[in-house]
């Protein structure tokens, strides 16, 4: 079992940055692939990044590729996502999500494990 538990969400102007933050219980962290999801008002839940469990492959949405960096760090168990040049359609809660598998995948069906999520708010 994996507990998630996301902070570092807030109000930011465009162009801005925040750095999303989750912290994960439990002993088998480092055995996880970790993604963070987004969920706008009235759309669905969408993948953003993922990471391997050692940290040495990453997937990254179009949308954020070039902006957003994901990270981990196994020690502390958490996961880390960077987000720079922040736009108005970033706005979205974000959710850390983790899965029992080595493989990368995109699919919200393939996660076994989510945070509570946490507001990121972009204004222009």
């Known amino acids: 079992q994996v507990q998630l538990v996301e902070s570092g969400g807030g109000l930011v102007q465009a162009g801005g940055s925040l750095r999303l933050s989750c912290a994960a219980s439990?002993?088998?962290?480092?055995?996880?692939?970790m993604a963070w999801f987004r969920q706008a008002p009235g759309k669905e839940r969408v993948f953003v990044v993922g990471?391997?469990?050692?940290?040495?492959?990453?997937s990254y949405s179009d949308s954020v590729k070039g902006r957003f960096t994901i990270s981990r760090d196994n020690a502390k168990n958490t996961v880390y996502l960077q987000m720079n040049s922040l736009k108005p359609e970033d706005t979205a809660v974000y959710y850390c999500?983790?899965?029992?598998?080595?493989?990368?995948?995109?699919?919200?069906?393939?996660?076994?494990?989510w945070g509570q999520g946490t507001q990121v708010t972009v204004s222009s």
């Open positions: 990471i391997s469990w050692s940290g040495g492959r990453t």
């Open positions: 439990g002993r088998t962290f480092s055995t996880y692939t």
């Open positions: 999500a983790a899965r029992d598998g080595s493989t990368l995948r995109q699919s919200t069906t393939s996660y076994d494990f």
